[in-house]
């Protein structure tokens, strides 16, 4: 995920994976959205279940979403609930808990209807749900994140779900879910909050990477920006991406942009993105900088969509469950995406290093710098912890370079932390988590025990980060005021043969010191 709230601060400042199924292929939850009906601006769901038991009474909405980090609380947003039998005859529902109603008789219950107020348009007076992450319904458009519009019965996470979206005849729909038979279709729960779903006056456009199609679909409210126009910006960094991946861990992908007056940021998911940002005039500036912001989100199709915890993999809609691997999954991602730029000659190191020294000034100014990346991580979806997060953009992608000079230097120029990450992924995957709490070790077992000291104390403790020592090690010297404030980086054009032979390594094939 990506808060263009911290973005807009600096330079560049969000999952869910199925679950097995047991024994006959449980009946489909089916859900039909009425988006054709907006005079009242709310949604309207209606599900047909059969065969619900007694574990099934409650009906739970979300609480939180994979790679939001944020409590959402979507109960909020409902405006009526109501269940029925087979013969239409109403039985009584009552709300138990903010994301909760209780069904009094679960095994007669063949219907449940209920109303959903959009979360772009309804005010609430604490934990405001992210643009990017939440829903709207308006005139020409709507945007349906999963867990801000549909609910499911407690117990049925991994349940097949179909969706029926009644919509005017003139809007086109986007999203990563497969159709068939009228209906898209989700393995679960999980797939459908990572799949959200664009539908109205969209532009369309696609293109090829390493063999995959991209689709991208774009809703302006006043046309200001259209699909071809971004495919041409995000070109050459996807294919950069492609090669510095190597191959696509994903057969299709989809990016879904939504420009309107506000903007928010961006959300990843494991078949695409999504974007909320501000619509204003394309230029090629604007596009660089729509692509800076794709080329973080597109990362994560390497953390946490195919490498992640247990955490991730069962997620917990119903109870927010920290992770302490924050500096991976955003850190690592958030380094990846300047860093291939760099590698692949799209941006110079010139550029590159002033990135860095951006994101060190906001570490020291907008936060503080005793929180540790780890504390940081457990502690994201408190007030206190949010207030902090954002700065996992920073300080996690400054750690993450760290990392990679630390690693090239161990390795001789070998192996970086490109090569680690593709190491674990091959070792877990989509379906195949780490532990959270086993991840570090395994790391030290991979590399050396002085990566261990390395993440003890610039990931678990917040030591000052040895950027100025690292990065001589490149013959890269940090200039810095008599207060310590980093001004810029020069690159020694006379480095020692230790020296050179290191940064070529740091800057990878094509990648060039000045453009
Ligand atoms: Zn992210």
Not at 5 to 34: D, E, F, K, M, Q
Not at 74 to 84: E, K, L, M, Q, T
Not at 233 to 250: H, Q
Not at 465 to 483: N, Q, V
């Amino acid at each position: 995920m990506t808060n263009i709230r911290s973005l807009l601060r600096a330079t560049i400042p969000v999952l869910c994976i199925a679950t097995a199924a047991h024994g006959a292929a449980p009946a489909p939850l089916r859900y039909t959205v009425n988006l054709k009906d907006r005079a009242d601006t709310l949604f309207k769901v209606s599900l047909r279940v059969d065969r619900l038991t007694a574990a099934n009474a409650i009906f739970q909405f979300a609480a939180t979403a994979p790679g939001t980090y944020q409590i959402m609380d979507i109960g909020r947003f409902v405006r009526s609930f109501h269940a029925y039998d087979a013969g239409g005859k109403e039985i009584s529902t009552a709300r138990v808990a903010t994301n909760q109603w209780r069904l009094s008789a679960p095994t007669r219950v063949r219907e449940i209807r209920y109303t959903m107020a959009p979360t772009w348009t309804t005010t609430v007076t604490e934990n405001q749900v992210y643009l990017m992450c939440g829903s709207s319904l308006s005139e020409d458009h709507s945007l349906l994140n999963g867990q801000a519009v549909f609910g499911m019965p407690k117990g049925m996470q991994s349940t097949p779900i179909s969706v029926q979206l009644l919509a005017p005849t003139d809007w086109k729909v986007a999203t990563s879910l497969k159709k068939s038979g009228g209906r898209y279709l989700a393995d679960d729960y999980d797939q459908l909050v990572d799949s959200p779903i664009l539908a109205g006056r969209l532009t369309f456009s696609r293109l090829n990477v390493t063999g995959v199609p991209v689709d991208i679909a774009v809703y302006s409210a006043h046309d200001q920006i259209n699909a071809d126009q971004l495919r041409d910006a995000m070109r050459d960094m996807l294919s950069a991406a492609g090669e510095f991946l190597g191959k696509l861990p994903v057969d299709h992908y989809m990016f879904l942009y939504y420009f309107e007056a506000r903007g928010q940021g961006a959300w990843e998911h494991s078949y695409g993105s999504e974007y909320s940002l501000p619509e204003r005039p394309y230029t090629p500036q604007y596009g660089k900088q729509i692509t800076d912001i794709a080329a973080h989100e597109f990362f994560h199709v390497v953390t946490p969509l195919n490498l992640h915890s247990e955490i991730v993999e069962h997620f917990n809609f119903e109870t927010p469950v920290p992770s302490r691997h924050l500096w991976l999954y955003e850190g690592s991602t958030e380094w990846a995406a300047h860093k291939m730029q760099l590698e692949s000659g799209l941006k110079p190191a010139t550029e590159y290093l002033a990135m860095l020294v951006q994101k060190m000034n906001t570490d020291r100014a907008g936060y503080d710098t005793t929180w540790s990346l780890t504390k940081l991580s457990l502690t994201s979806y408190s007030d206190s912890g949010q207030k902090q997060y954002p700065n996992i953009y920073q300080r996690g992608a400054l750690v993450a370079g760290l990392l990679d000079i630390k690693l090239l230097e161990l390795s001789h120029g070998e192996r970086g932390l490109r090569d680690l990450i593709q190491d674990l992924s091959k070792q877990f995957g989509k379906k195949r988590a780490f532990r959270d709490d086993s991840l570090i070790s395994i790391i030290i077992a991979r590399t050396e025990p002085a990566i261990g000291e390395f993440i003890n104390s610039y990931i678990r403790d917040a030591q000052h980060l040895p950027i100025k020592e690292y990065y001589a090690k490149l013959g890269i010297t940090l200039i810095e005021d008599e207060k310590g404030k980093p001004l810029r980086f020069e690159v020694d054009p006379n480095p020692t043969q230790e020296q050179l032979k290191l940064r070529t390594a740091w800057l990878g094939k094509r990648g060039k010191l000045v453009s």
